[in-house]
């Protein structure tokens, strides 16, 4: 009598203690995937970092997004976009970033660099 009363007292605490128990091991096996699943994303985000610093330091200049297509009628090309075309122009930079860089069709800038070249070279050869 003495014994199943003494198991009918302790059988809710051991039953509490067992789900503690059960909890604690679902919140260490949650703990430890969480952990891998963020080292796997860490690994990701390096690889992908890593492929975009070698694209970066592959690639020779960045592609340079047109931010609004060229109108189809322009007027004439003014003195200001010509001086900074030539400026571009003479720090090394191509037709094709300047011309998007400024607004202007790839044609239009190797045109006015074509004359700007002919008129140093008459300028040069008249001197």
């Known amino acids: ?26 919140f260490l096996s949650l703990k430890g ?3 891998t699943s963020a080292r796997k994303q860490r ?8 492929r975009l610093d070698e694209a970066w330091t592959s ?6 997004p047109l931010l609004a297509a060229p109108q189809a009628t322009r007027s004439s090309l003014n003195y200001n976009r ?19 860089v400024l607004g202007m069709t790839r ?3 190797e045109l006015l660099l074509r004359v700007q070249t002919i008129t ?3 300028a040069s050869g008249s001197n």
Not at 14 to 19: G, N
């Open 1 to 26: 009598m003495v014994h199943a009363r003494m198991i009918q007292i302790l059988m809710p605490y051991a039953l509490i203690a067992l789900a503690l128990i059960g909890s604690l091991g679902l």
């Open 120 to 122: 140093i070279a008459k």
């Open 43 to 50: 690994r990701r985000v390096a690889q992908i970092t890593q």
């Open 33 to 35: 995937e969480l952990w």
């Open 107 to 109: 044609k239009e800038v």
């Open 82 to 100: 010509r001086a900074q075309a030539l400026r571009l122009a003479r720090r090394g930079d191509d037709p094709s970033r300047i011309a998007a």
């Open 59 to 64: 690639s020779q200049q960045p592609a340079i």
